[in-house]
Every structure is written in C-alpha cells, then in structure tokens.
C-alpha cells in the first residue's frame, strides 16, 4: 500500500519544524518521507560526519509495527531532528501536536542500530558512493 498523506499532521509537523528553526533548536533535520528512518538517519551521518546510536525498542513499541516498517516506511509527517536541547523540542512538539520519540544520541564514527548493527561512517559512505554494478557484478 502506498504511503497516505495526512495533511493535518503534515501541518503540524511543518510548524513545529518551522518554529523550532526559529529557535534554533535543531542541529540538523530531515524528511522521512523518502527512503524513512534509515535512509534518512544514514544520508544525515553522512552529510554531517557524525554517527547516532539509535534504540528501536521505543519506536517498535510506540509505534507498533514491525521493524520493515519501523526502518524503512515512507509515511508523511515525520522528521529526524538532532538536538543539544531535546526537553525543549519535546515541549515544541507538545505544543503542535505532534509526536517525539528520543532514539538516541548522536557522536563518533559508527551508525549503530542497537541490537541489528553497528556500521563505521567509513563503510557506509564506502557503499553509499560505489556504483550500483560494482555492489551487484557477479
């Protein structure tokens, strides 16, 4: 099934997104809605230099779906933010409705999904920057 829009949650994301640049509250963001979570976790360690150590645990519960859709789903209104300020970007987000989960903090060179995988910076960028027929020649 293809993703659903949902365009009072967009709104909502849109302004809490708005007013938290506003404030200065983010490091970095970034739109889930293509590729999801890990692509969009991955592309910000890249773009950044920085790796994150991520808890599914919270988003498989909150969420209740499965880790497919926890890592990969393309569903609107959701965002990645990174924060030296997370208590005020949960007020934020409060304050528009909008729901937050704390998956972990961001530093070092490894991407690490706990309990799936820890991955070096160096690789991904690695694989992420090889041609598809070198990831797939036979």
């Known amino acids: 099934t293809a993703p659903q829009g949902e365009l009072p949650a967009e709104r909502n994301r849109a302004a809490g997104l708005t007013a938290g640049a506003a404030r200065h509250l983010f490091g970095a963001a970034h739109d889930l809605s293509e590729g999801g979570l890990a692509a ?70 490894d991407l690490e999904f706990s309990g799936l995988f820890t991955l070096p910076l160096a690789e991904l960028r690695r694989v992420n920057l090889a041609p598809l027929r070198d990831r797939f020649a036979a």
């Open 40 to 109: 969009g976790v991955s592309e910000a360690c890249l773009r950044w230099g920085v790796g994150a150590q991520l808890d599914r645990a919270g988003l498989l519960d909150r969420d209740g779906v499965d880790l497919t859709a926890a890592l990969f789903s393309e569903s609107a209104a959701r965002a990645l933010v990174s924060t030296d300020d997370p208590e005020q970007v949960e007020a934020l987000a409060a304050e528009h409705g909008v729901p937050v989960l704390r998956l972990g903090p961001t530093g070092g060179a």
